[in-house]
């Protein structure tokens, strides 16, 4: 009889046991998939600013090379004289990968100042400064979420005299929010 309760008491010790360690699996389980959840987002975002900063680069190395600049293969891109209340649509490009999804960058003109004509020659142009947005963009999930990364970056025309071709000169990244 005494022998009964021990193989009682062993198999509930062992049933113990086995829930412990069942357990414990479960939590590592977790966090190893949250960490690997973790890690594709970061590389999500990763590649979001990468084909952003790209495709931004890309617009502004047509925008340098307009007009004036003969011989360099690149397709120049004209910036328009003003900025409305809806900034205009510049440049668009897709980013494709190999197995990855792809990422839609549209590029737009949000700011075109002029700094003011006091101490310039007649005639001279004064310079400018154009603030342009790229918006990267993966599709919709089955949630209806979309993903997105903004960047932006700044060009300046320095002064120009009359009758004088001067460029868009790219000056940097800037912050997100001005």
């Known amino acids: ?9 062993a198999s509930m010790l062992g049933l113990a046991l086995l829930l412990l360690v069942i357990l414990l699996g479960m939590g590592l389980w977790q966090l190893v998939r949250g960490g690997l959840q973790d890690s594709n987002e970061a590389l999500m975002e990763i590649r ?5 900063q790209s495709v931004l680069e890309k617009a502004a190395v047509r925008i340098e090379a ?24 510049i440049y668009e490009e897709t980013c494709n990968s190999e197995g990855e999804e792809p990422i839609e960058v549209q590029v737009f003109l ?25 918006w990267a963009a993966l599709p919709k999930d089955k949630w209806g979420w979309q993903r997105r990364k903004v960047w932006r970056g700044l060009l300046v025309r320095p ?15 800037l912050p997100a929010q001005l």
């Open 159 to 173: 002064a120009a005299g009359e009758g004088e071709v001067v460029n868009y000169v790219w000056k940097g990244w």
């Open 1 to 9: 009889m005494v022998q009964d309760r021990e193989g009682g008491m």
């Open 66 to 89: 307009a007009p004036g600049v003969p011989g360099t293969g690149v397709a120049p891109l004209e910036l328009p004289e003003e900025v409305g209340g809806k900034p205009p649509l």
């Open 48 to 52: 979001l600013r990468l084909c952003a």
């Open 110 to 134: 949000v700011r075109l100042t002029t700094e003011s004509s006091e101490g310039l020659a007649p005639g001279q142009l004064p310079p400018r400064q154009a603030v342009l947005e790229a």
